[in-house]
């Protein structure tokens, strides 16, 4: 496995592969790899050509600096788990690198915002699709690796390629989730012993309520998950609603519908969804 971290470095790798019409598979990472990312890389594997798993965490799609200083950097290890799943580059360029002319974002998709975490996070999908749009430029994939954890992202992506009419295959990869029935995320490496324990009783809460809305859909039940959250300390809930997995406007039913939820454990933002069918 090759580590690149300059732009020119892997411009001249990727002539050499285009020249020989090997396919490139690129996962799109901010690091600290768990098991939720190698379940994209593992998706990569059953595509022809080589993956490229790209570590930048790009502060662009940060809106405070207290929680991109806080990001966890976990490199070496990053490294040693990518060699042993079958990576074979990881591009992990500086941020001049990425964005040679300063940090600037451009406002390019206006579809599927306004509405969830578009709401509590101002500027962070211009962040998103800027920096995606940077790795699509310099590595020019056939096929790219989504997480549906991020699944508002993954919208905001899918239509950026559309309308840039992209010739790049995404490829949609379910969450995967620890035992609480979360799906995994780099930002709960983090979380205090205490953290852990109220996460899981968060799981819990989320989990029973889930069981209740799939058995037959009442709105109630999003109030009673907000208010059971409320119970055990959990303050700050930025939206659970309930919203079609096609438009993202929000359903009243459970089919083709997924439950979305965001709140903070302390000063760690938790988000998730869950299918209602
Ligand atoms: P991140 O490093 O958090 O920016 O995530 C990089 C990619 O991995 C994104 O496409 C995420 O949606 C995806 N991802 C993160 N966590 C999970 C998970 N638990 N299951 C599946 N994909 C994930």
Same mark, same amino acid.
């Given at each position: 496995?090759?580590?690149?971290?300059?732009?020119?470095?892997?411009?001249?790798?990727?002539?050499?592969?285009?020249?020989?019409?090997?396919?490139?598979? &690129?996962?799109?990472?901010?690091?600290?790899? %768990?098991?939720? %990312?190698?379940?994209?890389?593992?998706?990569?594997?059953?595509?022809?050509?080589?993956?490229?798993?790209?570590?930048?965490?790009?502060?662009?799609?940060?809106?405070?600096?207290?929680?991109?200083?806080?990001?966890?950097?976990?490199?070496?290890?990053?490294?040693?788990?990518?060699?042993?799943?079958?990576?074979?580059?990881?591009?992990?360029?500086?941020?001049?690198?990425?964005?040679?002319?300063?940090?600037?974002?451009?406002?390019?998709?206006?579809?599927?915002?306004?509405?969830?975490?578009?709401?509590?996070?101002?500027? %962070?999908?211009?962040?998103?699709?800027?920096?995606?749009?940077?790795?699509?430029?310099?590595?020019?994939?056939?096929?790219?690796?989504?997480?549906?954890?991020?699944?508002?992202?993954?919208?905001?992506?899918? %239509?950026?390629?559309?309308?840039?009419? &992209?010739?790049?295959?995404?490829?949609?990869?379910?969450?995967?989730?620890?035992?609480?029935?979360?799906?995994?995320?780099?930002?709960?490496?983090?979380?205090?012993?205490?953290?852990?324990?109220?996460?899981?009783?968060?799981?819990?809460?989320?989990?029973?309520?889930?069981?209740?809305?799939?058995?037959?859909?009442?709105?109630?039940?999003?109030?009673?998950?907000?208010?059971? &959250?409320?119970?055990?300390?959990?303050?700050?809930?930025?939206?659970?609603?309930?919203?079609?997995?096609?438009?993202?406007?929000?359903?009243?039913?459970?089919?083709?519908?997924?439950?979305?939820?965001?709140?903070?454990?302390?000063?760690?933002?938790?988000?998730?969804?869950?299918?209602?069918?």
């Amino acid at each position: 496995m090759k580590i690149v971290k300059k732009t020119s470095e892997i411009k001249e790798i990727l002539s050499y592969l285009e020249s020989n019409k090997t396919k490139i598979n &690129l996962i799109p990472t901010m690091g600290n790899i %768990h098991d939720g %990312h190698l379940s994209l890389l593992s998706e990569a594997n059953k595509f022809e050509g080589i993956n490229i798993v790209s570590i930048f965490i790009n502060p662009t799609q940060f809106n405070e600096i207290a929680d991109l200083e806080n990001y966890p950097n976990t490199f070496d290890n990053d490294v040693n788990l990518l060699s042993k799943n079958n990576c074979q580059i990881v591009f992990a360029p500086e941020i001049n690198e990425m964005y040679p002319g300063g940090l600037e974002t451009k406002k390019t998709i206006f579809e599927y915002r306004k509405i969830l975490c578009d709401n509590f996070r101002s500027g %962070h999908f211009d962040g998103v699709t800027t920096i995606v749009k940077i790795l699509f430029d310099h590595i020019n994939p056939s096929n790219v690796f989504f997480g549906e954890k991020d699944f508002q992202q993954l919208k905001i992506i899918e %239509h950026m390629i559309i309308e840039n009419n &992209l010739k790049i295959n995404l490829v949609k990869c379910p969450s995967i989730r620890g035992t609480n029935g979360m799906s995994l995320s780099s930002r709960y490496s983090k979380f205090s012993e205490n953290d852990k324990t109220k996460f899981d009783q968060c799981a819990k809460i989320i989990n029973d309520n889930l069981s209740d809305l799939i058995e037959s859909f009442d709105f109630k039940i999003l109030d009673k998950i907000k208010n059971d &959250l409320k119970s055990i300390g959990i303050s700050s809930i930025d939206y659970c609603e309930v919203r079609s997995e096609d438009s993202l406007d929000l359903s009243s039913i459970n089919k083709d519908s997924r439950l979305f939820i965001a709140f903070y454990l302390n000063a760690i933002r938790i988000i998730d969804n869950f299918t209602l069918y």
